[in-house]
């Protein structure tokens, strides 16, 4: 395709459909590009941001030339930097974003804010522009006005309007130029995988349709249907469990199996939330054993934050509180740590008596908890959370979670100032620099959007209604993909 026409256009847009070369593409552009000026790229999650910087990087292309961030982040920077604190909502507010995006895009319309945009980048890029909600969309038109603006996206991907609606191709972006569209699969046709990626194409167009019926008898062997029902994951010696030991211990050593996503729906039940991030905890601790798993988050989940509260509150009050032991065990233990770890050592407001070896870890255990009860400090709290993860090799139940929060407080001890605070800068730092995902994971599709696994396993695929969840999970998958569910024939209603 024409990339120069792309990037003469002042607003252009390509749109292609999932491993058709968007990414790269955009990577591509910078090669082209001839001015002083840095491109500023943007993107909505900050694996998306890793996804982008592996192509740019491929290209050896100098970080110089560019600037990456997610499209809440670049707004968050300006507004930090141009509002004071007291008028903005706390980071876990519900509608802390949608402040941000709406007061940055009357920002940006400002001479002062103009001239800084103007002078720094020659034009602006944006990608995943289908999960762009009206909001930022009309923030991101805002700085059109005076900064070429190229986009790509593709609207069968447009799964993130769950708090606002989303911008319409059809309705929204007349003023963009619909430069030629990429057509051919690339992420399967450069790993040796054109067949996947042919039925993948005739699955989009299924789902593109009014029927959407999918049919996994007729895309057999190619795509791996297994036939189970539901409640057998609790069952061991299932066909479920098994098929599911086999491929997470890669028990046949296959070099596929070594990048692998395993995707968990996210539906209601019964006016019950199904598949958030403790139903995905309780998943993993169920079906991987051997701790292979990683347990992927969103970035500003909220437990985040009030665990952050809860720790500042612990150090701040612990001499105020009558059962000490039980307040650190209740405020912070059993928030990161599984119940069975925390049991085995703590009852109540006291440590279980020990014999032996473990006499002498309860007697250091002891020492710590009392260091704490006596200073007040966030050292020695956080001596005695290393204590437990580290030597007492206490489970965590979100890895993410408590390795977040030991840097939070570690910040916090270096820098004076509350975890939450630190929390709020950590994650902000994350939110602008991207965290690379890769290995072995368990996520949902709007956390792995935009991610390549060579292998990818869909489990109880029956429960996914929405079709563009369902086509954003299949094209996951780079080589094999791994569909569980109750019926070889899934009927989209969404």
């Known amino acids: 395709m024409n990339l120069k026409e792309f990037i003469s256009t002042r607003r252009s847009i390509i749109i292609a459909p999932a491993g058709y070369g968007k990414t790269y593409a955009l990577a591509k552009c910078l090669t082209i590009t001839d001015s002083d000026k840095k491109q500023l790229i943007i993107t909505h999650t900050h694996a998306g941001i890793a996804a982008i910087k592996e192509k740019i990087a491929k290209l050896n292309i100098p970080n110089s030339t560019f600037c990456i961030e997610t499209i809440n982040g670049f707004a968050q920077k300006y507004m930090l930097s141009f509002y004071s604190n007291a008028i903005i909502p706390e980071q876990e507010s519900k509608n802390y974003f949608l402040f941000i995006i709406q007061n940055a895009t009357e920002l940006f319309k400002t001479k002062a804010v103009k001239r800084v945009l103007q002078s720094t980048y020659q034009n602006i890029f944006v990608d995943e522009y289908q999960d762009c909600t009206l909001s930022q969309h009309k923030m991101i038109m805002a700085i059109s006005e005076y900064l070429p603006t190229h986009i790509m996206g593709d609207p069968m991907q447009g799964i993130f309007g769950f708090n606002e609606p989303l911008v319409n191709f059809e309705n929204d972006l007349d003023s963009f130029k619909i430069v030629n569209q990429l057509d051919t699969p690339w992420r399967w046709n450069t790993t040796g995988n054109t067949q996947l990626g042919l039925i993948l194409k005739e699955i989009r167009s299924i789902l593109c ?286």
């Open 209 to 494: 349709s009014n029927r959407k019926v999918i049919n996994f008898k007729s895309f057999s062997p190619t795509i791996e249907n297994i036939l189970i029902n539901e409640s057998d994951i609790f069952n061991q010696k299932s066909i479920y469990r098994r098929q599911l030991n086999t491929i997470i211990n890669n028990n046949n050593q296959s070099k596929e199996l070594e990048s692998l996503l395993l995707i968990v729906p996210e539906y209601i039940e019964n006016g019950v939330n199904r598949g958030g991030i403790n139903s995905r905890a309780k998943l993993k601790a169920l079906i991987d054993y051997s701790h292979q798993l990683t347990l992927l988050e969103a970035i500003d989940n909220k437990d985040f934050y009030s665990i952050s509260k809860s720790i500042d509150k612990l150090v701040n009050g612990i001499h105020r509180r009558n059962k000490k032991l039980k307040a650190i065990s209740e405020d912070l233990l059993q928030k990161v740590f599984y119940k069975g770890s925390i049991d085995a050592w703590i009852t109540e407001d006291r440590l279980i008596n020990k014999r032996g070896k473990d006499a002498k870890t309860k007697q250091k255990l002891e020492d710590l908890i009392n260091s704490f009860i006596d200073e007040s400090s966030m050292s020695s709290l956080l001596e005695l959370l290393l204590f437990l993860k580290n030597e007492m090799k206490f489970k965590s139940k979100r890895v993410d979670l408590i390795t977040s929060i030991i840097k939070s407080m570690r910040i916090a001890i270096v820098e004076n100032k509350s975890v939450y605070d630190s929390m709020v800068s950590y994650k902000n730092i994350i939110r602008r620099v991207g965290r690379k995902v890769q290995g072995k994971c368990i996520g949902t599709t709007l956390l792995t959007k935009g991610l390549e696994f060579d292998t990818v396993v869909i489990l109880n695929a029956h429960r996914i209604s929405d079709h563009k969840h369902f086509y954003v999970a299949v094209t996951r998958a780079c080589k094999r993909l791994i569909v569980f569910s109750n019926s070889s024939i899934l009927q989209f209603t969404n």
